[in-house]
């Protein structure tokens, strides 16, 4: 038997990660931690997700503004799978918070 990736939800009050995201404070905010047997992590937020990759480096996933509309849709605006880009990033709140976390678990 392989493990393939292991699959964490965590709850904070508040989308500490998003800050532009509309939050009710009587609710907690939910997120997913997954990490792959390549060691790749993604964390799937409300409105941001990131991946770190093989090589080290985070990345988050973000809106592509410089993709055109599609000219067979038009006059509708219709964007291809250009429109959302990966952008090398720091990495995450979460991911620091998740390393603290554990880190003070073994202890």
């Known amino acids: 038997m392989i493990l393939s990736s292991k699959s964490e939800w965590f709850i904070f009050d508040s ?3 998003e ?3 509309k939050w009710n404070t009587n609710d907690s905010y939910h997120i997913e931690r997954i ?3 390549d060691k790749s992590i993604v ?3 409300c409105s ?6 093989h090589n080290g480096e985070w990345q988050i996933l973000t809106t592509n503004l410089d993709a055109k509309p599609l ?4 006059p509708e605006i219709i964007y291809g799978s250009d429109r959302t880009i990966w952008v090398d990033c720091e990495k995450p709140i979460y991911e620091k918070e998740y ?6 678990i073994k202890l």
């Not at 000219?71 to 038009?74: G, T």
């Not at 390393?99 to 003070?104: L, Q």
């Open 99 to 104: 390393e603290k976390y554990y880190k003070n």
């Open 15 to 17: 989308p500490i990660g």
């Open 19 to 21: 800050p532009n995201e």
């Open 71 to 74: 000219d067979k849709y038009l």
């Open 35 to 37: 990490e792959r047997f």
């Open 48 to 53: 941001i997700n990131w991946k770190k990759e």
């Open 43 to 45: 964390w799937f937020g």
